[in-house]
């Protein structure tokens, strides 16, 4: 994994909507993964500034990963918006290399202003629920799916500044409920995910009736490591 993930550049492009070329490309790459990709894709363009892609030997693009940076509540924040991999090359690491670099680009950042920045995220898979508890600081809800006062303080300001009313779970601040209903994993998707769930022990979708299909997701908070 890790010599796949070395061997490929990774790329920052700040203000990609114009590149009409790469979005075509962010289409072809996403469709297996969706029953429809437009949608979320022509969504996610519009929202996200910035993206991380990373290309093969022949030019191709093999991972992405969408960045917006915006205001919450009047602070500096960093929305972690759609990421993709081609099909060949899932499981190889390449979109967690994506997350890292953001996370070592937010950290450096960071010690230039002398303050952290809040990342904020929503997610229906446990891969990506998994990873961020595993490697950023400071997430919630956590790997059983708790959150502190402060967690739930936070969140709720992003999701009155940022989501329609009465989208949060009535007894989870961290759960919208039906706010991407027009997404739907591909069947084989579908599979991929729950496999990649049982494999790294994550429970937390069952547990809180988290239902893709629905448009259920996890609205996440965390922070760059101090480390990085």
């Known amino acids: 994994m ?7 550049k990774i790329v ?33 363009v519009l929202y996200n ?25 009047g602070e500096d924040t960093y929305y972690l918006g759609l990421s993709g991999c081609h099909d060949d090359h899932k499981g190889k690491g390449l979109v967690k290399s994506l997350y890292l670099q953001l996370m070592h680009d937010c950290r450096q950042l960071e010690k230039q202003q002398g303050k952290k920045i809040l990342l904020w995220w929503t997610t229906g898979t446990p891969i990506v629920y998994y ?5 950023a600081q400071g997430v919630q809800p956590d790997k059983q799916g708790g959150y502190t006062a402060e967690g739930e303080q936070i969140v709720r300001m992003i999701t009155a500044e940022k989501y ?3 989208i949060a779970d009535k007894h989870h601040p961290f759960i919208l409920r039906g706010i991407a209903t027009q997404v739907n994993y591909s069947d084989k998707e579908v599979a991929r995910i729950a496999a990649a769930g049982k494999e790294l022990n994550v429970d ?3 547990k809180f009736n988290i239902n893709e299909v629905n448009g259920d997701r996890f609205l996440m908070i965390g922070y760059s490591p101090d480390n990085f």
């Open 2 to 8: 890790e010599t796949e993930v070395l061997s490929h």
């Open 12 to 44: 920052f492009i700040n203000n990609f909507k114009d590149d009409q070329s790469l979005i075509d490309e962010i289409y072809e790459l996403t469709a297996p993964s969706y029953k429809s990709s437009m949608h979320l894709v022509k969504k996610t």
């Open 49 to 73: 500034r910035d993206i991380y892609i990373i290309r093969g030997d022949e030019g191709e693009l093999l991972a992405f990963f969408m960045v917006n940076p915006e205001k919450v509540n």
């Open 131 to 135: 990873f961020f508890n595993k490697y």
């Open 164 to 166: 329609p009313e009465d």
């Open 204 to 206: 937390v979708f069952e």
